[in-house]
């Protein structure tokens, strides 16, 4: 009950700070007025790997994935990114179940870590049975080629048949799980807020015709950072 009471007090000392002489009150006549909380903990952001505070012991750490080969649902450049849908991929993160429903790709980085952007970043979007959103951000650098990715890329091609084909979502996912994590929104519109991120510093390579044909079709689809707020960064692991 306290924090419930604590809650009100604060919406309605927001309310009374935006709306000045009508201190205390909450005008629910106007509700479109009430100063919104959904711009003040967005994505992306720079990660400032100095200033990350290290996750308490008792919290369940684990980022765990299983049923990493999936069947491919759909791979589609829907017209702001190269996106695939998939839905066999499980997750267990910090001790709650999540499943994959899609991932797609920025480039370059959305998050940048200590300012530096990577050429690609992949978002895998996991989702709760209950909707919450929880997703991996993965970067991606030049070197190796990558099978996964060179399965993405030829599934774009004019018709290229996804029917019967799986992808193996672990050669997009770094060997090193440790990861950044802070809570932040999608970084494209409705820009919804309540969303958990984890972004794995240690990078994934493809080759450089591989980056070429995601950057061929995006040459430049990230949001711009935005600002941290105060939001606290929580480093896991490594
Ligand atoms: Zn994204």
Redesign the pocket.
């Known amino acids: 009950m306290r924090h419930l009471l604590a809650a009100t007090a604060l919406v309605t000392c927001l309310v009374a700070g935006a709306a000045g002489a009508n201190e205390g009150k909450l005008d629910y006549a106007h509700q479109e007025k009430w100063p919104s909380a959904l711009d003040r903990a967005q994505s992306p952001i720079d990660i400032v790997t100095a200033a990350a505070v290290a996750a308490d012991d008792n919290e369940p750490q684990g980022l765990q994935i299983w049923r990493s080969v999936s069947p491919i649902d759909k791979v589609e450049d829907n017209g702001h990114?190269v996106q695939v849908d998939t839905h066999s991929t499980e997750a267990m993160i910090r001790g709650r179940h999540f499943t994959l429903a899609q991932f797609?790709?920025?480039a370059a980085s959305?998050h940048t870590i200590d300012g530096k952007h990577y050429p690609l970043?992949g978002?895998f979007?996991f989702k709760a049975q209950d909707g919450r959103l929880a997703?991996i951000g993965v970067m991606f650098a030049e070197g190796e080629a990558n099978a996964a990715a060179q399965t993405v890329i030829d599934d774009l091609k004019p018709g290229a048949d996804v029917a019967q084909k799986t992808i193996d979502i672990g050669q997009l996912l770094p060997k090193q799980r440790g990861y950044y994590h802070y809570l932040g929104s999608?970084?494209?519109p409705p820009l919804t807020e309540n969303v958990e991120w984890y972004v794995l510093p240690a990078p994934v390579t493809m080759s450089k015709a591989q980056l070429d044909a995601f950057l061929a079709r995006y040459p430049r689809n990230n949001r711009k950072l935005q600002p941290l707020n105060g939001r606290p960064v929580i480093r896991y692991g490594n």
């Open positions: 990114a797609h790709f920025h959305e970043e978002h979007v997703v999608l970084t494209t």
